[in-house]
């Protein structure tokens, strides 16, 4: 059913629902729109809508060939809406969930483009602060790119910041999601532009292996191994690739690339990349699962908490269909917490088929191959020395009473 957005647009369908609010297909003066209408709830708080008035310069001036823009905000009795560029494609996410993972370079060739929309956001001032799959849109229209990819564009500037209000989010508590947290935010630093990054490296990652470096569990598990872990080597791809996503996954904020040089690095390493398959890598998340079920809970998991980190926004809130399309506002864990590392490396990436080390399977495995040797070493023992008392026996057998007394010691 169409309903009016202020005076000049109409919202006719929904294209999707996120944590933030819906996205509707619209109409304005100048033809089709995308509408973001935020949650009544927060559109009632005028903190928010001050804020969210306060944001529409800076977001109407963010114009990118790779970022939505952003056409107009409305602020109309209940309704709090951005009215966007719409972008005919579906989202990275989508694709993901299709694929599974991408062949490097079509991965790269995204991630290049989302950099240079961060680039010209950061040089205008703006943080993303919420950079996921969920929130790149692949435009089905526009030109093929290298591996066949599609042009990408990063939408929903503004949203995490609009709601991160100081009322809603107090100094001891997290915005984002939690996959995509940079280790700053999670110590309770403010967020600046190397969070993008760090948020863009794991995006990178995922379409590379499938899965995140630090993702699994419960969501303060994963807030901790972003603080205490360090990322593991990704089998099968360039070391050059994997140095540029290791140093963007840096705990230092400051040894993170620019935007700017991460997309200029990214498109000089497409050449290298053409024609690689995707990355032959296991998912180790059935593992993760069966490792928290035999271990002591570290943390207790609300009730109706989801998994992976999907936990409302907003309180009363139902997370979406998506389990990472959600943000998280939680505590921010203390130094005691921090220190105690998680259990191991959460998400060893390893070659198709093979136990993640530490894992249910692997201890199974090594145990199976523990007692086959330790049965091997008995069988070869007992050969060893069954062959020893036939050899024996043997000599004794055909030995002579003149060997015999050859081989005695002599008499004093």
């Given at each position: 059913?169409?309903?009016?957005?202020?005076?000049?647009?109409?919202?006719?369908?929904?294209?999707?629902?996120?944590?933030?609010?819906?996205?509707?297909?619209?109409?304005?003066?100048?033809?089709?729109?995308?509408?973001?209408?935020?949650?009544?709830?927060?559109?009632?708080?005028?903190?928010?809508?001050?804020?969210?008035?306060?944001?529409?310069?800076?977001l109407?001036?963010?114009?990118?060939?790779?970022?939505?823009?952003?056409?107009?905000?409305?602020?109309?009795?209940n309704?709090?809406?951005?009215?966007?560029?719409?972008?005919?494609?579906?989202?990275?996410?989508?694709?993901?969930?299709?694929?599974?993972?991408?062949?490097?370079?079509?991965?790269?060739?995204?991630?290049?483009?989302?950099a240079?929309?961060?680039?010209?956001?950061?040089?205008?001032?703006?943080?993303?602060?919420?950079?996921?799959?969920?929130?790149?849109?692949?435009?089905?229209?526009?030109?093929?790119?290298?591996?066949?990819?599609?042009?990408?564009?990063?939408?929903?500037?503004?949203?995490?910041?609009?709601?991160?209000?100081?009322?809603?989010?107090r100094?001891?508590?997290?915005?984002?999601?939690?996959?995509?947290?940079?280790?700053?935010?999670?110590?309770?630093?403010?967020?600046?532009?190397?969070?993008?990054?760090?948020?863009?490296?794991?995006?990178?990652?995922?379409?590379?292996?499938?899965?995140?470096?630090?993702?699994?569990?419960?969501?303060?598990?994963?807030?901790?191994?972003?603080?205490?872990?360090t990322?593991?080597?990704?089998?099968?791809?360039?070391?050059?690739?994997?140095?540029?996503?290791?140093?963007?996954?840096?705990?230092?904020?400051a040894?993170?690339?620019r935007a700017?040089?991460?997309?200029?690095?990214?498109?000089?390493?497409?050449?290298?990349?053409?024609?690689?398959?995707?990355?032959?890598?296991?998912?180790?998340?059935?593992?993760?699962?069966?490792d928290?079920?035999?271990?002591?809970?570290?943390?207790?998991?609300?009730?109706?908490?989801?998994?992976?980190g999907?936990?409302?926004?907003v309180?009363?809130?139902?997370?979406?269909?998506?389990?990472?399309?959600?943000?998280?506002?939680?505590?921010?864990?203390?130094?005691?917490?921090?220190?105690?590392?998680?259990?191991?490396?959460?998400?060893?990436?390893?070659?198709?088929?093979?136990?993640?080390?530490?894992?249910?399977?692997?201890?199974?495995?090594?145990?199976?191959?523990?007692v086959?040797?330790?049965?091997?070493?008995?069988?070869?023992?007992?050969?060893?020395?069954?062959?020893?008392?036939?050899?024996?026996?043997?000599?004794?057998?055909?030995?002579?009473?003149?060997?015999?007394?050859?081989?005695?010691?002599?008499?004093?």
């Amino acid at each position: 059913m169409a309903r009016k957005i202020g005076s000049r647009y109409t919202a006719n369908q929904i294209l999707g629902r996120g944590s933030a609010g819906t996205v509707w297909l619209g109409e304005g003066p100048e033809g089709p729109v995308a509408v973001k209408l935020l949650r009544e709830d927060l559109a009632s708080d005028q903190e928010l809508v001050g804020r969210f008035v306060q944001e529409r310069t800076a977001l109407l001036g963010l114009e990118h060939p790779h970022v939505v823009s952003v056409r107009d905000l409305v602020v109309d009795g209940n309704d709090l809406a951005l009215v966007m560029d719409l972008v005919r494609g579906t989202d990275l996410r989508t694709r993901l969930d299709r694929d599974k993972r991408l062949a490097p370079e079509a991965a790269v060739a995204i991630v290049a483009d989302i950099a240079d929309g961060l680039a010209a956001a950061h040089a205008a001032g703006v943080v993303h602060r919420d950079v996921k799959p969920e929130n790149v849109l692949l435009d089905m229209q526009g030109p093929l790119g290298p591996g066949g990819s599609h042009p990408a564009l990063l939408t929903d500037f503004g949203v995490a910041k609009l709601i991160d209000s100081p009322r809603r989010t107090r100094a001891t508590k997290i915005i984002g999601t939690p996959d995509y947290l940079a280790p700053e935010i999670v110590e309770g630093l403010p967020p600046r532009a190397s969070v993008d990054i760090y948020a863009l490296a794991t995006v990178l990652y995922e379409l590379l292996a499938g899965f995140t470096p630090f993702g699994g569990g419960h969501p303060g598990a994963v807030l901790r191994r972003h603080v205490t872990e360090t990322v593991v080597p990704l089998p099968g791809i360039p070391d050059e690739l994997w140095q540029l996503i290791v140093q963007c996954l840096a705990k230092a904020p400051a040894s993170r690339l620019r935007a700017s040089e991460l997309g200029a690095r990214l498109r000089e390493l497409l050449p290298l990349l053409a024609g690689m398959p995707p990355l032959d890598v296991d998912e180790p998340d059935a593992e993760a699962e069966e490792d928290e079920a035999e271990a002591p809970a570290e943390e207790p998991v609300r009730s109706g908490a989801v998994r992976r980190g999907a936990v409302p926004l907003v309180p009363g809130a139902k997370p979406a269909d998506s389990n990472r399309d959600t943000h998280t506002s939680m505590r921010v864990p203390g130094p005691d917490e921090l220190a105690g590392g998680a259990l191991g490396t959460a998400r060893v990436p390893r070659a198709a088929g093979a136990p993640r080390p530490g894992s249910a399977r692997h201890r199974a495995a090594t145990r199976r191959r523990r007692v086959v040797l330790g049965a091997a070493a008995v069988i070869l023992v007992a050969a060893a020395g069954v062959g020893l008392w036939a050899a024996t026996a043997g000599d004794d057998a055909g030995a002579t009473p003149q060997d015999t007394k050859n081989s005695a010691p002599a008499s004093p």
